[in-house]
């Protein structure tokens, strides 16, 4: 994970993390957004923030895509 990322910039997700993450309402892969800086999953129909590098895998936290 980028987590030198100042505000303004738009971190990433470290590529053998998203190996791991799968969403936590449908157990499927995640995919990774740049433009959202977020994780989304296409099977949940959600996006899950990246916050300071770190994935925020929080159902109530995600928005709708």
Known sequence: MNGGATSGEVASVDP??????????TRTPLRWDAARNALVSEAAGLAFPVRDGVPVLVVREAVAV
């Open 16 to 25: 053998w993390l998203l190996e791991k993450l799968v969403c936590p309402v």
